[in-house]
């Protein structure tokens, strides 16, 4: 049988909690109402940017047949879709992290469970907007390497 | 044993206790002791309004409440109590208001007024709109706000702490006249921590009783279960004497079998009642206002259609509020609660079908007599000093043998305030009394007394049976052999309650326990309000006797007052009682003569 | 303006059904009680009982019996028995209600009929959890008027449609039927709760109240109505009929108002 959850007084039947329980840590600033503000606005966006670059990938012209190396190479030699692709990337990953985190305030029992639960995401969240990042901006869709052309068929033969 | 010193203790937390708290707390070191917690308390039942001659909608004023108060109560009220509760209605309304309570409003945006039965303008020659209201439901509206502003003001609640016992100590003293009595006075009270089983004395200058009634002697009933005349029995058991315990109002239209109450709003806005035959019988008992007469006349025409075999349902024993003949917009509109009542609770629709109802125990008009400071009296004219007593477990009197609908609001308004400034005040001017010398021994001694007794009696077999015989002996008609038969009934019961048993031995949350406890002060109210009914040999307000069936000026025009006093024995008593001694107290007049009372 | 109602007629001819001779119908049940006695075990258990109930008896009908004729120990709170004092919030199979408002016949009395403690708070004994955070939450949101201007001599003026702003909100009863139905709030208990954010609102769209901006800091906590999920376990919890998450997207609304 398990026990009914006790909240702020312990174990079931630890008797009395104290009458001026405190409420840890009162937040100051308006983080929480920003949070929430920027998961509907960041959803709504999201909308438009993802179900826009489904259908220039998988409707337009060809459809799913175009996409190879040489179609994202050509999106990224865009800035427009350069700029686009960054959008989504950074509003998905931010708006996924913080769904993420309300969730793990949610069902995280214990403060040291929710902060490394924390710390996990937060790190995993920087890696691959960082890596992502770079992806986009550093993208060359024709490297040469030791004066030597990449294989691939976006690039004309040197 | 742990004591407590406070400068003001409050016994209850429902309106009354939680006014006097308000005003107490901001001049004294107050505590209130309540055995629910603030919000559960009955005060938030009531639904219709509270009345004051605010004059919002229509001309209106105190003099005129003054006179229905006192024709309403059919002139057992004290005048001078009821023109300062009249008086002060006004104010009442105004700081319920600044406290924040939501009122409805007028149009021009001031508190709205409507009708109530027996407030009438000009003295009876029309109904006139006094009710103040907050949609159905006033008295919650009253209980939240005087719980907000007790946050408000910083109150110290103890929740769930039984007050069992009022410590009292007798101090030989002379009277003017030179004879010697023993004067009282009030050294604080003795409770039961429900969480921990454990007794906590407090000390106080000033005690406020605030505790309610006692509707659970009676089966039916709109009283909730907690109900049980507790600080009415605690006074009595020391010496404090009862006011007008036989007088006990029956409301009219309570739910058949239940006994949760549908407001008189309902005929106010022309709902009728029916026997089994269908007929609309009120119109043989009152051919004028019929159904709209005064609750103690509809209830006993009710009880008479049922005794003559007209009542409906399978036991033939209730009558029937017939609402369809009304628009289902308008009931919805107006009536929201007892259309919600009817549905989960009977399983009728009230648009369809008619709702089955009976006569319900209301309210107490009697309890701890007290004067218009709210300073309880432990004779016709002693007060006890820093012992006061507000709301239905007083009486002031101002209620008289009938109360007026919306009166109790009211009472518990203007007495609770007045209640909680004068205990502060007190306690300023006065001293400690010294603590009798282990002040929890009778406490202890009736709790242990159930605990480890090995008794074979249910608790709840006995309240049953108790129950049982008041509503067949002591209800809205009453004979002596029918009242008779009730202090046999309590004779035998008390004897079974000797040998009661408590199933529960532990010390947490020990509910059980309490209601061995309450069942003691159950059969001892019980037992006053029957003996006051014998004596009192005629019919007035909600006390009607069948072989006295009217009011007799000459002999009872005054209050019976009840003392629990161990020299009266059987053969020394007029109602072959035991253990009670009655006597009477004189009724104030002011200005108005008594009359007969037609509507 | 008004039109005289037509006088009802003396006597009418009443359906058999209700003028009487109708059976009670009884039934049989199994009420599985969840209890707990620290005094007696640190383990909580199930208890069966097996009864006879009538027609129109509702849970707390069910429990008195236990109490009174089986097993005084059973404990559990209740005072006014038709929902009005909120004393009697449990959880009835699975979901949180008013043992006084719940009909048994409304439930599946084929199946064991199973009442709980309210979940969130500590349970003290069988039925009867610690109010005592539940209460502290709601004082923490300053649930009274806060009224800066002069007290005039008579009533503060209120228009009927302020009035009518925040009606809903006056009927909560504090029976924690709303706060214990939030996934939330059993986490950590640390969220301040539908019941508080109700009693907040309370004032905050009250036109006669001046301190809102204080009450909207307040809920504006990382434990204040951000926390809100809108699962609506609240509005269905709530015995009165309050429309709770609808009032929490009020005060989220306010706040946001107020800051942009």
């Given at each position: 049988?398990?026990?009914?959850q006790?909240?702020?007084?312990g174990?079931?039947?630890?008797?009395?909690?104290?009458?001026?329980?405190?409420?840890?840590?009162?937040?100051k600033?308006?983080?929480?109402?920003?949070?929430?503000l920027?998961?509907?606005?960041?959803?709504?966006?999201?909308?438009?940017?993802?179900?826009?670059?489904?259908?220039?990938?998988?409707?337009?012209?060809?459809?799913?047949?175009?996409?190879?190396?040489?179609?994202v190479?050509?999106?990224w030699?865009?800035?427009?879709?350069?700029?686009?692709d960054?959008?989504?990337?950074?509003?998905?990953?931010?708006?996924?992290?913080?769904?993420?985190?309300?969730?793990?305030?949610?069902?995280?029992?214990?403060?040291?469970?929710?902060?490394?639960?924390?710390?996990?995401?937060?790190?995993?969240?920087?890696?691959?907007?960082?890596?992502g990042?770079?992806?986009?901006?550093?993208?060359?869709?024709?490297?040469?390497?030791?004066?030597?052309?990449?294989?691939?068929?976006?690039?004309?033969?040197? | 044993?742990q004591?407590?010193?406070?400068?003001?203790v409050?016994?209850?937390?429902?309106g009354a206790?939680?006014?006097?708290?308000?005003?107490?707390?901001?001049?004294?070191?107050?505590?209130?002791?309540?055995?629910?917690?603030?919000?559960?308390?009955?005060?938030?039942a009531?639904?219709?309004g509270?009345?004051?001659?605010?004059?919002?909608?229509?001309?209106?004023?105190?003099?005129?409440?003054?006179?229905?108060?006192?024709?309403?109560?059919?002139?057992?009220?004290?005048?001078?109590?009821?023109?300062?509760?009249?008086?002060?209605?006004?104010?009442?309304?105004?700081?319920?208001?600044?406290?924040?309570?939501?009122?409805?409003?007028?149009?021009?945006?001031?508190?709205?007024q409507?009708?109530?039965?027996?407030?009438?303008?000009d003295?009876?020659?029309?109904p006139?709109?006094?009710a103040?209201?907050?949609?159905?439901?006033?008295?919650?509206?009253?209980?939240?706000?005087?719980?907000?502003?007790?946050?408000?003001?910083n109150?110290?609640?103890?929740?769930?702490?039984?007050?069992?016992?009022?410590?009292?100590?007798?101090?030989d003293?002379?009277?003017?006249?030179?004879?010697?009595?023993?004067?009282?006075?009030?050294?604080?009270?003795?409770?039961?921590?429900l969480?921990?089983?454990?007794?906590?004395?407090?000390?106080?200058?000033?005690?406020?009783?605030?505790?309610?009634?006692?509707g659970?002697v009676f089966?039916?009933?709109?009283?909730?279960?907690?109900?049980?005349?507790d600080?009415?029995?605690?006074?009595?058991?020391?010496?404090?004497?009862?006011?007008?315990?036989?007088f006990?109002?029956?409301?009219?239209?309570?739910?058949?079998?239940?006994?949760?109450?549908?407001?008189?709003?309902?005929?106010?806005?022309g709902?009728?009642?029916r026997?089994?035959?269908?007929?609309?019988?009120?119109?043989?008992?009152?051919?004028?206002?019929?159904?709209?007469?005064?609750?103690?006349?509809?209830?006993?025409?009710?009880?008479?259609?049922?005794?003559?075999?007209?009542?409906?349902?399978?036991?033939?024993?209730?009558?029937?509020?017939?609402?369809?003949?009304?628009?289902p917009?308008h009931?919805?509109?107006?009536?929201?609660?007892?259309?919600?009542?009817?549905?989960?609770?009977?399983?009728?629709e009230?648009?369809t079908?008619p709702?089955?109802?009976?006569?319900?125990?209301?309210?107490?008009m009697?309890?701890?007599?007290?004067?218009?400071?709210?300073?309880?009296?432990?004779?016709?004219?002693?007060?006890?000093?820093?012992?006061?007593?507000?709301?239905?477990?007083?009486?002031?009197?101002?209620?008289g043998?009938?109360?007026?609908?919306?009166?109790?609001?009211?009472?518990?308004?203007?007495?609770?305030?007045?209640?909680?400034?004068?205990?502060?005040?007190?306690?300023?001017?006065?001293?400690?009394?010294?603590?009798?010398?282990?002040?929890?021994?009778?406490?202890r001694?009736?709790?242990?007394g159930?605990?480890?007794?090995?008794?074979?009696?249910?608790?709840?077999?006995?309240?049953?049976?108790?129950?049982?015989?008041?509503?067949?002996?002591?209800?809205?008609?009453?004979?002596?052999?029918?009242?008779e038969?009730?202090l046999?009934?309590?004779?035998?019961?008390?004897?079974?309650?000797?040998?009661?048993?408590?199933?529960?031995?532990?010390?947490?949350?020990?509910?059980?326990?309490?209601?061995?406890v309450?069942?003691?002060?159950?059969l001892?109210?019980?037992?006053?309000?029957?003996?006051?009914a014998?004596?009192?040999?005629?019919?007035?307000?909600?006390?009607?006797?069948?072989?006295?069936?009217?009011?007799?000026?000459?002999?009872?025009?005054?209050?019976?007052?009840?003392?629990?006093d161990?020299?009266?024995?059987v053969?020394?008593?007029?109602?072959?009682?035991?253990g009670?001694?009655?006597?009477?107290?004189?009724?104030?007049?002011?200005?108005y003569e008594?009359?007969?009372?037609?509507? | 303006?008004t039109?005289?109602?037509a006088?009802?007629?003396?006597?009418?001819?009443?359906?058999?059904?209700?003028a009487?001779?109708?059976?009670?119908?009884?039934?049989?049940?199994?009420?599985?009680?969840?209890?707990?006695?620290?005094?007696?075990?640190?383990?909580?258990?199930?208890?069966?009982?097996?009864?006879?109930m009538?027609?129109?008896?509702?849970?707390?009908?069910?429990?008195?019996?236990?109490?009174?004729?089986?097993?005084?120990?059973v404990?559990?709170?209740?005072?006014?028995?038709?929902g009005?004092?909120?004393?009697?919030?449990?959880?009835?199979?699975?979901?949180?209600?008013?043992?006084?408002?719940?009909?048994?016949k409304?439930?599946?009395?084929?199946?064991?009929i199973?009442?709980?403690?309210?979940?969130g708070?500590?349970?003290?004994?069988d039925?009867?959890?610690d109010?005592e955070?539940?209460?502290?939450?709601f004082?923490?949101?300053?649930?009274?008027?806060?009224?800066?201007?002069?007290?005039?001599?008579?009533?503060?003026?209120?228009?009927?449609?302020?009035r009518?702003?925040?009606d809903d909100?006056?009927?909560?009863?504090?029976?924690?039927?709303?706060?214990?139905?939030?996934?939330?709030?059993?986490?950590?208990?640390?969220?301040?709760g539908?019941?508080?954010i109700?009693?907040?609102?309370?004032?905050?769209?009250?036109?006669?109240?001046?301190?809102?901006?204080?009450?909207?800091?307040?809920?504006?906590?990382?434990?204040?109505?951000?926390?809100?999920?809108?699962?609506?376990n609240?509005s269905?919890?709530?015995?009165?009929?309050?429309?709770?998450?609808?009032?929490?997207?009020?005060?989220?609304?306010?706040?946001?108002?107020r800051?942009?």
């Amino acid at each position: 049988m398990t026990t009914i959850q006790s909240p702020r007084s312990g174990n079931i039947g630890s008797g009395k909690i104290a009458p001026k329980y405190t409420r840890t840590g009162g937040s100051k600033g308006n983080f929480e109402m920003l949070a929430w503000l920027f998961m509907r606005l960041s959803g709504i966006v999201l909308v438009v940017l993802i179900f826009g670059h489904l259908f220039v990938n998988l409707l337009v012209g060809e459809g799913i047949h175009a996409i190879d190396f040489g179609f994202v190479a050509g999106k990224w030699a865009d800035p427009f879709w350069q700029i686009w692709d960054l959008a989504m990337l950074w509003l998905a990953m931010l708006h996924g992290t913080n769904g993420v985190r309300t969730i793990i305030n949610d069902y995280a029992e214990k403060d040291s469970t929710r902060f490394w639960l924390k710390v996990v995401l937060y790190a995993a969240t920087t890696v691959i907007i960082i890596l992502g990042t770079l992806v986009i901006f550093t993208f060359n869709p024709c490297p040469v390497v030791d004066g030597v052309q990449l294989p691939g068929g976006f690039c004309p033969a040197p | 044993m742990q004591v407590h010193k406070y400068d003001v203790v409050i016994v209850g937390a429902g309106g009354a206790g939680m006014r006097a708290a308000i005003e107490s707390g901001q001049r004294a070191r107050t505590a209130v002791l309540t055995k629910l917690y603030p919000t559960r308390s009955h005060t938030g039942a009531a639904q219709g309004g509270m009345c004051a001659a605010l004059a919002n909608v229509e001309e209106d004023n105190w003099e005129w409440h003054t006179f229905d108060t006192i024709k309403g109560g059919d002139y057992l009220v004290d005048q001078d109590a009821a023109e300062v509760m009249a008086k002060e209605a006004i104010d009442a309304v105004l700081d319920l208001e600044k406290m924040g309570l939501p009122f409805n409003r007028t149009p021009e945006g001031r508190i709205d007024q409507r009708r109530f039965g027996g407030h009438t303008r000009d003295h009876g020659k029309a109904p006139v709109r006094r009710a103040c209201y907050a949609a159905d439901r006033t008295g919650h509206m009253i209980l939240q706000t005087l719980y907000q502003n007790c946050v408000k003001h910083n109150v110290e609640f103890y929740n769930e702490y039984y007050v069992l016992d009022l410590l009292i100590v007798e101090e030989d003293a002379v009277r003017e006249d030179g004879t010697p009595y023993k004067q009282k006075r009030v050294a604080g009270v003795v409770s039961y921590d429900l969480a921990s089983g454990e007794l906590h004395v407090f000390q106080a200058k000033s005690v406020v009783f605030a505790s309610g009634g006692a509707g659970k002697v009676f089966k039916t009933t709109s009283n909730a279960h907690t109900l049980t005349g507790d600080g009415m029995g605690i006074a009595f058991r020391r010496g404090i004497p009862l006011e007008d315990m036989e007088f006990f109002q029956f409301h009219p239209t309570g739910l058949a079998g239940l006994g949760i109450l549908l407001t008189e709003g309902a005929r106010g806005e022309g709902a009728i009642l029916r026997n089994s035959e269908g007929e609309r019988f009120m119109e043989r008992y009152a051919p004028t206002i019929k159904d709209l007469a005064p609750r103690d006349i509809v209830a006993r025409a009710m009880a008479n259609e049922v005794r003559e075999g007209r009542g409906c349902g399978p036991d033939k024993d209730y009558v029937l509020l017939d609402l369809t003949h009304l628009e289902p917009a308008h009931i919805e509109a107006k009536l929201p609660d007892i259309t919600e009542f009817a549905r989960t609770y009977l399983g009728v629709e009230p648009f369809t079908d008619p709702v089955p109802v009976f006569p319900t125990a209301h309210y107490a008009m009697g309890g701890i007599p007290t004067n218009i400071t709210t300073e309880v009296l432990q004779d016709n004219d002693t007060i006890v000093p820093g012992l006061y007593a507000a709301g239905e477990v007083a009486c002031v009197s101002v209620h008289g043998s009938n109360r007026l609908g919306t009166n109790s609001l009211l009472d518990i308004n203007v007495f609770g305030k007045r209640a909680g400034i004068a205990a502060a005040e007190y306690s300023k001017t006065a001293d400690f009394v010294e603590l009798p010398e282990d002040p929890e021994a009778m406490t202890r001694g009736l709790l242990s007394g159930l605990l480890e007794g090995n008794g074979t009696e249910r608790v709840a077999q006995i309240r049953k049976e108790l129950q049982d015989t008041m509503d067949a002996n002591m209800q809205v008609f009453r004979t002596k052999e029918s009242l008779e038969q009730v202090l046999n009934d309590i004779e035998k019961f008390e004897e079974r309650y000797k040998n009661v048993t408590v199933q529960d031995k532990g010390k947490r949350f020990n509910l059980d326990l309490l209601e061995a406890v309450e069942l003691g002060f159950l059969l001892d109210m019980a037992k006053v309000m029957t003996v006051g009914a014998l004596h009192r040999e005629e019919s007035r307000g909600g006390h009607y006797r069948e072989d006295f069936p009217d009011r007799d000026d000459e002999k009872f025009m005054k209050h019976s007052m009840a003392y629990l006093d161990s020299s009266v024995t059987v053969g020394s008593s007029a109602e072959s009682v035991a253990g009670i001694r009655l006597e009477t107290k004189p009724v104030v007049f002011t200005r108005y003569e008594p009359m007969e009372r037609k509507y | 303006m008004t039109t005289e109602m037509a006088e009802p007629a003396s006597k009418i001819e009443l359906p058999a059904s209700v003028a009487g001779d109708g059976e009670i119908p009884t039934f049989h049940i199994t009420l599985r009680v969840r209890r707990y006695d620290p005094e007696v075990s640190e383990e909580a258990r199930w208890d069966d009982y097996k009864l006879t109930m009538y027609g129109t008896d509702r849970v707390l009908d069910a429990l008195h019996k236990v109490k009174w004729e089986i097993d005084g120990s059973v404990s559990f709170r209740r005072s006014c028995a038709h929902g009005v004092c909120g004393s009697d919030a449990m959880r009835i199979n699975g979901r949180n209600r008013l043992a006084c408002k719940t009909l048994l016949k409304d439930l599946d009395t084929t199946k064991p009929i199973t009442v709980e403690p309210i979940k969130g708070l500590p349970v003290e004994k069988d039925l009867i959890v610690d109010m005592e955070p539940f209460f502290q939450s709601f004082r923490e949101v300053m649930p009274f008027l806060i009224n800066k201007g002069h007290e005039p001599t008579k009533e503060r003026l209120q228009s009927v449609e302020d009035r009518e702003r925040f009606d809903d909100t006056t009927k909560c009863i504090l029976c924690a039927a709303c706060t214990s139905s939030c996934p939330v709030f059993w986490t950590d208990g640390q969220y301040f709760g539908p019941a508080a954010i109700v009693n907040a609102h309370r004032f905050i769209f009250d036109s006669r109240d001046d301190a809102g901006d204080m009450r909207l800091e307040i809920l504006n906590d990382k434990e204040g109505v951000w926390r809100c999920r809108t699962t609506f376990n609240c509005s269905e919890a709530c015995p009165r009929g309050i429309q709770v998450t609808q009032a929490i997207a009020e005060v989220k609304q306010a706040i946001l108002a107020r800051k942009i």
